[in-house]
């Protein structure tokens, strides 16, 4: 509970024990440092786990169902060498899930939780994986958490970061695609990081990962079902909670079942938004958009769907990972309103494969042919 106090009796501990070493002709603690921060880790980190969580290289650390450690550093996975026993891994997780109020067990084999600093945990219990548990935690760098910091990364042009920022400051709706691990959350607190100076965000996520600082935000997280099978909280439910907040911009983590109808219904209505899907491009993405709404119900039909996204989405911008690990925005797409055999037409704004960089005034007159840029 408190760091400091922590870190000034390991490093007493450790001096301490060293004078009673010496007086005795004891061996000594080598590195009195890497003492002291094992210590730490063990006491009020998580453990061994801890020195990966501290490296600001490292975006994500899992274990494997056989305890093997491994990590991801620029996107490319490495083997730590470390492995963890189940009993190890067991209490790392217990103590990770106690400040979150969450659970894991027979009932309940998977979780997901947000630990303190940000980093997103999930676990699968033995039932599930063959071996231990297997645990992911998925970390958001803070030097990625700006238009400006990814452009300086390379992930775009400084024109297509321009095009972005302006959309998100006149409130355009925009929808971040693309693969598991392409870079979709930290675009999205990118964008959202942009605007939030102006803008009342409202976020609605299953498990917190949207690292946003704003004078005027609220985040949302669901809620899963009691041992009774009572009160959950699911995303649809905090769709229709948020616009009761006065949102500037609602905000879903990622929309991959039934709310996305809440969603599309909800920018209908004039609130601009956001959020993620998984797709393989950005039309796959719209595609996508008007299928999943018909989750919700067999009253909803495509024909109702299609005509209300194509108006109510301005951008779509996937994002892509190379075989490096290098993830980047691969293209804009811009739905025009139209819809043609009910999928929803779209302009290509950006195509990073067929051109490297446009002039930002080409960008800017491309899409407001669109009708998407004031």
Same mark, same amino acid.
């Given at each position: 509970?408190?760091?400091? #106090?922590a870190?000034?009796? #390991?490093?007493?501990?450790?001096?301490?024990?060293?004078?009673?070493?010496? %007086?005795?002709? +004891?061996?000594?603690?080598?590195?009195?440092?890497?003492?002291?921060?094992?210590?730490?880790?063990?006491?009020?980190?998580?453990?061994?786990?801890?020195?990966?969580?501290?490296?600001?290289?490292?975006?994500?650390i899992w274990?494997?169902?056989?305890?093997?450690?491994?990590? $991801?550093?620029?996107?490319?996975?490495?083997?730590?060498?470390?492995?963890?026993?189940?009993?190890?891994?067991?209490?790392?997780?217990?103590?990770?899930?106690?400040?979150?109020?969450?659970r894991?067990?027979?009932?309940?084999?998977?979780?997901?939780?947000?630990?303190?600093?940000?980093? /997103?945990?999930?676990?699968?219990?033995?039932?599930?994986?063959?071996?231990?548990? $297997?645990?992911?935690?998925?970390?958001? &760098?803070?030097?990625?958490?700006?238009?400006?910091?990814?452009?300086?990364?390379?992930?775009?042009?400084? !024109?297509?970061?321009?095009?972005?920022?302006?959309?998100?400051?006149?409130? /355009?709706?925009?929808?971040?695609?693309? !693969?598991?691990?392409?870079?979709?959350?930290?675009? &999205?607190?990118?964008?959202? $990081?942009?605007?939030?100076?102006?803008?009342?965000?409202?976020?609605?996520?299953?498990?917190?990962?949207?690292?946003?600082?704003?004078?005027?935000?609220?985040?949302?997280?669901?809620r899963?079902?009691?041992?009774?099978?009572?009160?959950?909280?699911?995303?649809?439910?905090?769709?229709?909670?948020?616009?009761?907040?006065?949102?500037?911009?609602?905000?879903?983590? *990622? =929309?991959?079942?039934?709310?996305?109808?809440? &969603?599309?219904?909800?920018?209908?209505?004039?609130?601009?938004?956001?959020?993620?899907?998984? #797709?393989?491009?950005?039309?796959?993405?719209?595609?996508?958009?008007?299928?999943?709404?018909?989750?919700?119900?067999?009253?909803?039909?495509?024909?109702?769907?299609?005509? #209300? &996204? %194509?108006?109510? =989405?301005?951008l779509?911008?996937?994002?892509?990972?190379?075989?490096?690990?290098?993830?980047?925005?691969? +293209?804009?797409?811009?739905?025009?309103?139209?819809?043609? *055999?009910?999928?929803?037409?779209?302009?290509?704004?950006?195509?990073?494969?067929?051109?490297?960089?446009?002039?930002?005034?080409?960008?800017?007159? $491309?899409?407001?042919?669109s009708?998407?840029?004031?």
């Open positions: 509970m408190d760091p400091d #106090a870190r000034r009796i #390991a490093q007493s501990e450790v001096r301490r024990h060293d004078d009673h070493a010496l %007086a005795r002709g +004891e061996a000594l603690i080598d590195d009195e440092v890497a003492c002291v921060r094992d210590v730490l880790a063990a006491v009020s980190g998580i453990g061994p786990l801890q020195p990966f969580l501290d490296d600001p290289d490292i975006e994500e274990v494997n169902g056989d305890g093997n450690v491994h990590v $991801a550093r620029g996107g490319v996975a490495e083997r730590t060498g470390l492995r963890l026993a189940d009993a190890t891994v067991r209490d790392l997780v217990e103590r990770m899930l106690q400040p979150t109020g969450r894991v067990d027979i009932s309940q084999p998977f979780v997901d939780a947000s630990l303190p600093d940000g980093s /997103r945990l999930h676990v699968a219990i033995a039932d599930v994986v063959r071996g231990s548990w $297997a645990v992911n935690i998925r970390k958001f &760098l803070p030097g990625y958490r700006t238009l400006d910091a990814l452009t300086a990364q390379g992930a775009m042009p400084v !024109a297509i970061a321009a095009l972005l920022r302006d959309a998100m400051r006149n409130g /355009r709706s925009v929808i971040v695609s693309g !693969a598991t691990h392409a870079g979709k959350t930290t675009l &999205l607190g990118a964008l959202l $990081a942009s605007c939030a100076d102006t803008q009342r965000i409202v976020t609605v996520e299953e498990t917190f990962e949207l690292a946003v600082d704003g004078a005027d935000l609220v985040a949302l997280q669901g899963q079902a009691s041992l009774e099978g009572t009160g959950e909280i699911t995303l649809r439910r905090l769709v229709k909670e948020a616009l009761r907040m006065r949102p500037d911009r609602l905000v879903v983590g *990622e =929309v991959r079942d039934a709310e996305a109808l809440d &969603l599309v219904l909800a920018l209908n209505t004039g609130v601009p938004g956001a959020g993620t899907v998984h #797709a393989n491009s950005a039309t796959e993405a719209l595609e996508k958009l008007t299928i999943l709404p018909l989750l919700a119900g067999r009253n909803i039909d495509r024909a109702f769907i299609a005509p #209300a &996204l %194509a108006a109510a =989405v301005d779509v911008v996937h994002c892509a990972r190379d075989a490096s690990g290098e993830r980047r925005v691969q +293209e804009i797409v811009a739905p025009t309103g139209e819809v043609v *055999e009910g999928r929803v037409v779209a302009r290509t704004i950006y195509d990073a494969v067929s051109q490297t960089h446009t002039a930002r005034a080409s960008i800017r007159d $491309a899409v407001q042919r009708g998407v840029a004031s």
